[in-house]
């Protein structure tokens, strides 16, 4: 069990450049998480996957972002056109199971666009 | 809408205090209210709190949910410098009810030596 991890841990692009965020859950955890936070506020929910599955989109999500775990194991996020709003951490996290809640989180992804 | 509400938003206290964090919320779904200690880095797990009255433990840290009032709080005592860090509550639904997690803004908790 070598945790949640993710990468890049930083990344820095221009307004209008696309970019993508990668998400390696704990092995046998079959639901992953995508999470936004930016500064003063808590994780602001993306998305979530079970195995390959997306089961939910949040519906204040821009059309820009998209998420994909086509073998139900690690997942990427991708942002087009970002803009400077999109500058946050973005956190993954992962559970076993639909009956689990513990969440665990990865270190983040935190991205500044310039 | 569904909200998570933390009070207070911050807090400064001493070494050896005792603290209570507070959070509420009003979900769709409701199943469990999860604890969170976030330093410079991603959020660590704390509580999972499923059962109303019900006191969970570990070390100086103790938690409690309350299903008929919705909310819970978080206990810390005899507090520590290493303590210091944003406390994060956050609603779990049931499964398959297509409902998110929820998490509140969180409570910035400052002990100083």
């Known amino acids: 069990d070598t945790g949640v991890s993710q990468d890049p841990r930083h990344k820095i692009t221009k307004r209008g450049q696309n970019v993508t965020f990668r998400c390696d859950p704990i092995?046998?955890?079959?639901?992953l998480y995508w999470y936004r936070q930016t500064l003063g506020q808590g994780p602001e929910f993306l998305t979530y996957?079970?195995?390959?599955?997306?089961?939910?989109k949040s519906r204040l999500l821009s059309d820009r972002f998209s998420a994909e775990r086509p073998k139900g194991s690690f997942s990427t996020l991708e942002i087009q056109r970002t803009e400077q709003g999109d500058s946050a951490m973005y956190l993954c996290?992962?559970?076993?199971?639909?009956?689990?809640?513990?969440?665990?989180f990865g270190p983040g992804t935190r991205l500044t666009v310039l | 809408e569904d909200k998570v509400v933390q009070s207070p938003l911050s807090l400064v206290v001493h070494e050896g205090d005792t603290v209570t964090l507070n959070c509420s919320y009003e979900?769709?779904?409701?199943?469990?209210l999860l604890w969170y200690k976030q330093e410079k880095k991603a959020p660590t797990f704390l509580f999972m709190l499923?059962?109303?009255?019900i006191e969970k433990k570990s070390g100086r840290l103790s938690s409690i949910l309350d299903k008929k009032e919705l909310f819970s709080i978080l206990n810390i005592t005899a507090t520590q410098t290493g303590d210091s860090a944003v406390y994060l509550c956050?609603?779990?639904?049931?499964?398959?009810?297509?409902?998110?997690?929820?998490f509140g803004t969180g409570t910035s908790l400052t002990v100083i030596p």
């Open positions: 956050a609603s779990a639904p049931f499964p398959n009810t297509g409902n998110q997690f929820y």
């Open positions: 092995s046998e955890h079959n639901r």
């Open positions: 996290a992962s559970t076993r199971g639909p009956l689990t809640d513990t969440q665990y």
């Open positions: 979900v769709t779904n409701f199943r469990s």
């Open positions: 499923t059962s109303s009255g």
């Open positions: 996957f079970q195995n390959e599955a997306q089961l939910e």
